[in-house]
């Protein structure tokens, strides 16, 4: 019974892990991304600082999506603003 206990928490300790890279990988994607904006290249921006997290969209079930200006929450239409998403499949 221990062992089931400590597995789970091995597990769930693993999924807080993942949870918080992705954060953090698409904080970095809209931070460099707006970091480009005056250029209008916010796209190459955002990867650009992804891939210096160890991020590569497209490689292991990555998958980071760029809008600007951002189609959701509080700032959705407004071009001065990006929104990025990170997604990674753990499988």
Known sequence: MVVSFL????DVGV???????TQMVANSAAIGGVS???YED????A??????NGFTSGQNGAILTV????LSG???GNS????????????
């Open 7 to 10: 597995g789970l928490a091995i």
């Open 15 to 21: 999924f807080q892990r993942g949870q918080r890279i």
């Open 36 to 38: 480009k904006l005056p």
């Open 42 to 45: 916010v796209n190459t921006g």
């Open 47 to 52: 990867t650009a600082s992804t891939s210096l």
């Open 67 to 70: 809008n600007n200006p951002p």
């Open 74 to 76: 509080p700032h959705a």
């Open 80 to 91: 001065n603003y990006v929104e990025a998403i990170a997604a990674q499949n753990t499988g």
